[in-house]
Antibody, heavy 118, light 107 residues
Framework: QVQLVESGGGLVKPGGSLRLSCAAS????????MSWIRQAPGKGLEWVSY????????YYADSVKGRFTISRDNAKNSLYLQMNSLRAEDTAVYYC???????????WGQGTLVTVSS | SYVLTQPPSVSVAPGKTARITCGGN??????VHWYQQKPGQAPVLVIY???DRPSGIPERFSGSNSGNTATLTISRVEAGDEADYYC??????????FGGGTKLTVL
């Protein structure tokens, strides 16, 4: 069965960095687009970043452009999100999600909480 | 940027039909996906490409999309359907866009 398991969240000070990971299993990871989506406490869903199956095409939301970097290692069935220059408004649960087609998310991980606070 | 508008809340009695709308400029020309999110859980895809249901999603869930409004319809509502529901599209200029979410309350 498809499984996506995020890790790497935690408490970080403003201006700090964090690297999230998403371990995929139960499907051929290298065949799928992937995205990171976040949800601030008590708020709605916000798409963060996309990476193509090969990693050759990447997109970011304007809110994180220049600060976040998405990457993947198909040999390790893993997706990553390097987050730098973190701000209080980046506080959220971060989900990785599988995209069978662009902009459709059929499986989501359980999420990892990132808290940016001094 | 492209905006999707959902009502903040919808209430329905058990056994009745709930309709959750998602408004957007000419949304009928786009593909709409719907997600259900229960408290403390990750979102679950319940409708994709306007009206298709993933395996495991009850037939009570259906979707439609035309003009400026997409609609998620839940027939014979059950207590277990109480959740937040989000519509979502992919737009060439805005990339992935989510609606603000609708809290479905089963009375």
């Amino acid at each position: 069965q498809v499984q996506l398991v995020e890790s790497g969240g935690g408490l970080v000070k403003p201006g700090g960095s964090l690297r999230l990971s998403c371990a995929a299993s139960g499907f051929t990871f290298s065949d799928y687009y992937m995205s990171w989506i976040r949800q601030a406490p008590g708020k709605g869903l916000e798409w963060v970043s996309y990476i193509s199956s090969s990693g050759s095409t990447i997109y970011y939301a304007d809110s994180v452009k220049g600060r976040f970097t998405i990457s993947r290692d198909n040999a390790k069935n893993s997706l990553y999100l390097q987050m730098n220059s973190l701000r209080a408004e980046d506080t959220a649960v971060y989900y990785c999600a599988r995209e069978p087609t662009r902009g459709e998310f059929d499986y989501w991980g359980q999420g990892t909480l990132v808290t940016v606070s001094s | 940027s492209y905006v999707l508008t959902q009502p903040p809340s919808v209430s329905v009695a058990p056994g009745k039909t709930a309709r959750i709308t998602c408004g957007g400029n000419n949304i009928g020309s786009k593909s709409v996906h719907w997600y259900q999110q229960k408290p403390g859980q990750a979102p679950v895809l319940v409708i994709y490409y306007d009206s298709d249901r993933p395996s495991g999603i009850p037939e009570r869930f259906s979707g439609s999309n035309s003009g400026n409004t997409a609609t998620l319809t839940i027939s014979r509502v059950e207590a277990g359907d109480e959740a937040d529901y989000y519509c979502q599209v992919w737009d060439s200029s805005s990339d992935v866009v989510f609606g603000g979410g609708t809290k479905l309350t089963v009375l």
